[in-house]
């Protein structure tokens, strides 16, 4: 709902802070998006505003505040300088952030996050205990629960029609719902609330819903020296276990459906592996066959998914626009469109019509009472909306003028339709939307291809509330019917062996990050009748040389209760919980678990009576080892698939080189450090260094090292090199 009065612009953020205060006082609620929107210039002048002046009041609430790597050691900052540099730019790191992160917070602010970065806070206490539990959808209702009195995002900018309009872009999740809350409060004479934009021309324009007026804000700051690179998550490298849960899920995707996926390595591997489907199919048989995946899960796989290449398509409906989306739309399988429009809808799912504009579409439309026989200016106008007549089709006195040629509006007149087949159909349906999304994230490469799309390709792309993506209130019907075998894809930490979730925290109360918008999509895959949930995790983890299985018997917190368990996918496989018993549930949770922990996880289960005590886990299930998995890795990578990087990075050659030598060296630090510092005399004693590693050292600033622990850290490097066969 647009302010009454004109928005204020301002050019420099001090003044819009004073403006601020002006309006609402110095206690100030100040809530700002998840991610990439945030408004960084404004809330770290506002914040620093608050550190000089006690009497100011600040309470921040947000979700997932970003924050660039800065490395745990001289070796690891070195090697991140110059990526940093060149990836993120003049980013503003968020002066709030940085202070939470050593405890500094001054006493008259407070900051509550909805969201947190995984596992970044386990050990902050003041982020523990500010930590607001909310699903997605509840945002706005909590932060009004709370007091918001100023909202503020960052939004780009562009003439469309003539006219000035800004656009939510990343980030229009919250804002358009909770602004028009705002808004009617402010009848109350006690109530004062402030929404600001603060323009970012870096910010790639996305229309449909995500576009505003510029009336929407009270206070607008443009300056284009505020314009900073965006906060961008570079491609990070995918694993073997991400890889083969990612083929596990691509067998489960229908044709023709709907699609939901996160960020990282694990929508990557989904993303890639759908891509394999699609366009390597002898290939991508091969490597679900030798997985065994048909063979263990053959019947749920040909009536859930399948593993041909996509006829139809796909469409994506995910809170979250990820690069893996793109990826997907730029390999042409996410092309299926949904329409605003009931009938349509359910038309094109029916197969009564196709994208293709012929005379039975009048005909069906017809049928449906969608039109009438005798044309109406409203149905006209409808016509030419959806790309079934064309542009210039106007209806004047009863007839349809069109390039020169005036035909009476009557379908039911053979003549006539003829005519207007001929003359005023359109070629293809328009209005069209492949991906539905809530906000985005992504590395450069991501923000580059959005910012030079077209318009007509750019408004298949609709970024829209969280209210629209994250359920099925609010045009329920016509949802479902866009919805269409939805598989919804998340991640988690652990299963229980009665088909409980754990995602978002620890059982000793700890938040690793948060529910987020989980429980909305676990909700929406029950509630469609075509919809399937999808709950992927690692079947164990290592941590401190310890392994763990992330299959338990129990857990003392939970995320999703056992009854809303759907399928649970593991590196090793499928495991089809819903509707099971509680046996069944438990059988099938061992033929996806890690094999050394196989016989403990059963041996729990029979004396709690949950399984019969013959019962043994079948032969083909107990090989379920990380032995025996990358031995089948290893000669899927040697046909040429499941590259580490399967849709490119920022690193340069040598800092992938550097990168992994790092990684190796920091897992060998605290076993071998005598063996290794006994490597530093061999090398430094073998006179010149090798020509092939020069560009390394070069780059750690180690070519003529001058200190003990520089010549140390140079050896190690070299060690470290030779062992992985680059200085060759």
């Not at 438990?586 to 019962?615: H, V």
């Not at 290893?634 to 399967?646: C, G, I, K, V």
Request: glycine share 8%; with cysteine; hydrophobic share 40%.
């Amino acid at each position: 709902m647009p302010s009454n009065q004109a928005s204020t612009y301002f050019v420099d953020v001090e003044t819009c802070v004073d403006a601020i205060i002006a309006k609402v006082g110095k206690h100030i609620v100040f809530g700002m998006p998840l991610g990439l929107g945030k408004p960084n210039h404004l809330v770290n002048a506002l914040y620093l505003r608050a550190k000089t002046d006690p009497g100011i009041h600040l309470r921040i609430m947000t979700a997932l505040s970003l924050e660039v790597p800065k490395g745990g050691s001289d070796l690891e900052r070195t090697f991140l300088k110059p990526f940093v540099e060149r990836v993120w730019g003049n980013y503003p790191a968020l002066a709030y952030l940085t202070d939470l992160n050593h405890n500094k917070l001054p006493p008259n602010v407070e900051v509550s996050e909805f969201f947190m970065k995984a596992g970044v806070f386990l050990n902050n206490v003041v982020e523990q205990q500010n930590y607001i539990s909310s699903n997605y959808t509840h945002i706005c209702r909590d932060m009004l629960e709370n007091g918001v009195n100023v909202l503020s995002q960052i939004v780009a900018k562009k003439e469309v029609d003539g006219e000035t309009c800004f656009s939510l872009s990343c980030n229009p999740d919250v804002l358009p719902s909770l602004s028009p809350m705002l808004r009617a409060l402010e009848g109350n004479l006690e109530y004062r609330c402030a929404i600001i934009a603060e323009v970012n021309n870096n910010l790639p324009f996305m229309y449909n819903d995500a576009i505003v007026p510029v009336s929407t804000f009270d206070m607008v700051i443009d300056n284009p020296d505020y314009d900073y690179t965006l906060f961008s998550t570079p491609n990070m490298t995918v694993e073997m276990t991400d890889f083969m849960i990612g083929m596990n899920v691509s067998t489960l995707v229908k044709d023709g459906g709907t699609l939901q996926i996160g960020i990282g390595s694990l929508g990557d591997a989904i993303a890639y592996s759908i891509i394999l489907r699609d366009q390597q199919n002898e290939k991508y048989q091969w490597v679900v066959d030798d997985m065994g995946v048909l063979k263990n899960s053959g019947d749920l796989v040909s009536r859930l998914g399948g593993t041909g290449p996509f006829s139809k398509g796909l469409y994506g409906s995910s809170e979250m626009f990820v690069n893996g989306f793109l990826e997907l739309y730029k390999s042409g399988i996410l092309r299926r469109k949904v329409y605003d429009h009931v009938v349509l809808q359910r038309l094109l799912n029916e197969g009564h019509i196709t994208e293709q504009v012929t005379p039975e579409i009048l005909e069906q439309l017809v049928i449906y009472e969608v039109i009438q026989q005798r044309l109406t200016a409203a149905n006209v106008a409808f016509l030419v909306k959806y790309g079934i007549f064309k542009p210039g089709v106007r209806l004047v006195d009863g007839a349809l003028n069109t390039a020169g040629q005036v035909i009476d509006a009557d379908l039911a007149n053979e003549d006539s339709l003829s005519l207007i087949a001929q003359h005023c159909l359109g070629a293809q349906l328009k209005g069209g939307v492949l991906m539905h999304g809530g906000f985005f994230l992504g590395p450069q490469s991501f923000y580059d291809y959005l910012r030079q799309m077209s318009e007509a390709d750019n408004k298949q792309i609709c970024m829209t509330t969280v209210d629209n993506v994250n359920h099925l209130y609010g045009n329920q019907e016509l949802k479902t019917l866009q919805r269409k075998d939805g598989r919804f894809i998340n991640t988690c930490l652990m299963v229980t062996l009665s088909g409980g979730v754990i995602s978002d925290g620890l059982e000793d109360g700890r938040v690793v990050s948060g529910v987020g918008g989980q429980y909305n999509f676990v909700s929406m895959a029950h509630a469609l009748q075509d919809g399937r949930l999808v709950m992927m995790l690692n079947s164990h983890r290592v941590k401190d040389g310890v392994v763990s299985s992330n299959i338990v018997w129990n857990y003392g917190h939970m995320t999703i209760p056992r009854i809303l368990r759907d399928i649970v996918v593991t590196e090793y496989g499928i495991a089809n919980l819903r509707s099971k018993s509680d046996k069944e549930i438990i059988a099938a949770l061992l033929n996806i678990a890690d094999s050394r922990f196989q016989p403990d996880l059963l041996a729990t289960a029979k004396s709690a009576g949950k399984i019969p005590n013959d019962y043994e886990i079948p032969e083909r299930y107990r090989n379920n080892t990380p032995v025996e998995l990358q031995a089948k890795f290893e000669t899927y990578r040697q046909a040429n698939l499941f590259p580490p990087y399967p849709f490119g990075n920022d690193f340069t050659p040598e800092e992938l080189v550097i990168g992994k030598a790092l990684k190796g060296l920091k897992a060998k630090m605290s076993h071998k450090v005598g063996t290794m510092a006994g490597g530093l005399f061999n090398v430094i004693k073998g006179g010149e260094l090798p020509e092939k590693s020069l560009p390394f050292l070069r780059r750690m600033n180690l070519e003529h090292p001058v200190t003990f622990k520089d010549k140390m850290v140079q050896s190690l490097l070299l060690t470290e090199l030779l062992e992985g066969g680059h200085l060759e």
